[in-house]
């Protein structure tokens, strides 16, 4: 079983930057490609970017590219979300997830960390 431990969320104002953190338990990271997910107030979740088991391959919603980036550090067992360029309408709890298969479905998920955006 995969635990993940997500971090780092706050609030900010816009223009300003944020690290998202997910930590996994478990020997199996290395082997799972990993994403980040965020749901805002009334709103479904919806997909934001998605990083392979090797860090190979990145994917990225199309409001994000170019303001967010995505990677993966095996060795710690956790993936990163660096957030730049921050909007009010990014504001979201953001979960990360794991799965076994590239762009999902998706077996393993965190409790989520609360991003809120000031304008």
């Known amino acids: 079983q995969v635990q993940l431990v997500e971090s780092g969320g706050g609030l900010v104002q816009a223009g300003g930057s944020l690290r998202l953190s997910c930590a996994a338990s478990?020997?199996?990271?290395?082997?799972?490609?990993m994403a980040w997910f965020r749901q805002a107030p009334g709103r479904e979740r919806e997909f934001v970017a998605a990083i392979s088991w090797s860090g190979g391959s990145t994917d990225y919603l199309a409001s994000v590219q170019g303001r967010f980036t995505i990677n993966r550090d095996n060795a710690k067992n956790t993936v990163y979300l660096q957030m730049n360029s921050l909007k009010p309408e990014d504001t979201a709890v953001y979960s990360c997830a794991g799965g076994w298969r590239w762009k999902g479905p998706y077996n393993y998920w965190g409790q989520g960390t609360q991003v809120t955006v000031s304008s």
């Open positions: 478990g020997p199996t990271f290395s082997s799972l490609h």
